[in-house]
């Protein structure tokens, strides 16, 4: 068994690795969106976005085919899709004087990702009712039939999104070699594979060694690494003064995990069983977090260095959330 310091070694080295990743991937997503020709909301809520996610589907697939842990990579992905609403948007603000939106952004993309976390929860839920546990707990057995349901909503989001492309006229593009930028691509998600693998097998060891369960270091430790190419994508978009990309690529992003990283696991596994007594209160904050975010940007179509602290807040609240309970001075998520 590793010890605490190997599996922190672990855990830093998968994240460098996720990061290092995530920046080659953003910029040959970034490229080879301007070189196809795709509108801003497009290029970020859906090339930018899948490109980004490719650790949180890592982390559900590595999770599940190579440790067994589906419970592991569902927390990875909502634990990331928590940080991602509200932190990168958070971030993106304060290192500017706000992010602008668009009602593309609030209208659309919003609330399709609430529709998105909808829908997930309510797979888990006919997990449960169609494929009862026969311990009598409440633990949704996901098959491969249900797993389609978001799979096919996720159909219909992209359907959406192209129709944009019919009416946008992009500008030429001469200087992208969209051979070498598609190269480049594929390594980093090469590296991308490695370092969510090293961030798995650090959040196994920790629960070993530690006790603490390893949906909590999903939440929190694996999310956050995960997340990074999210993060460098956003920021640097907000950076470079295209908030809507920016925020574009957060809910994108997020509708991905949701939709298909997380059915992606149980599609190539066949069947996985997920805690829905500890999952649901989970996707609950993540509702929550969702309607912080969409108050938030929905207010004059911006949001503001202050709204951006109170997202940030948001997420500082959820995360001594789950120190209390793993330390057990809360019990609101069973299980854990």
């Known amino acids: ?49 899948i490109g980004s996610s490719f650790p949180e589907l890592s982390s559900s697939v590595i999770a599940v085919l190579l440790h067994g842990e589906f419970n592991l990579g569902v927390g990875a992905i909502v634990g990331s899709a928590i940080f991602n609403i509200l932190v990168i948007p958070g971030v993106s603000a304060l290192k500017g004087h706000g992010v602008d939106a668009n009602r593309d952004v609030v209208y659309k993309e919003a609330q399709f990702y609430m529709l998105a976390v909808a829908v997930l929860l309510l797979t888990f839920s006919f997990g449960v009712i169609y494929h009862p546990s026969p311990t009598g707990r409440l633990v949704a057995t996901v098959t491969r039939p249900l797993a389609l349901i978001p799979v096919g909503l996720y159909a219909v989001y992209v359907f959406i999104q192209f129709q944009d492309v019919s009416d946008f006229e992009p500008p030429d593009v001469d200087d992208v070699d969209a051979g070498k930028q598609w190269v480049v691509l594929l390594g980093s998600l090469v590296a991308i594979l490695v370092g969510v693998e090293l961030l798995v097998q650090a959040a196994l060891d920790l629960e070993a060694l530690l006790g603490v369960p390893s949906t909590i270091w999903g939440l929190t430790v ?26 574009a690529n957060v809910l994108g992003s997020n509708t991905f995990d949701l939709l298909v990283a997380i059915p992606a696991a149980v599609l190539l596994a066949g069947s996985a069983e997920v805690d829905f007594a500890t999952a649901v209160p989970m996707m609950g904050f993540l509702t929550v977090a969702t309607l912080g975010f969409l108050v938030a940007t929905r207010t004059d179509l911006e949001l503001t260095r202050g709204e951006a602290t109170s997202l940030l807040c948001l997420y500082v609240l959820f995360i001594a959330w789950m120190v209390t309970e793993t330390v057990g001075i809360t019990a609101i998520v069973p299980g854990v």
Do not use: K
């Open 222 to 247: 694996v999310a956050a690494g995960t997340s990074l190419p999210d993060a460098i994508v956003s920021v640097r978009a907000a950076d470079a003064g295209r908030g809507t990309a920016s925020l």
């Open 1 to 49: 068994m590793a010890s605490v310091f190997v599996a922190a070694v672990f855990a830093v080295a998968g994240t460098a690795v996720v990061w290092l990743g995530g920046g080659r991937l953003e910029t040959a997503s970034e490229r080879l969106g301007a070189y196809y020709g795709f509108p801003a909301v497009v290029q970020g809520a859906v090339i930018a976005a």
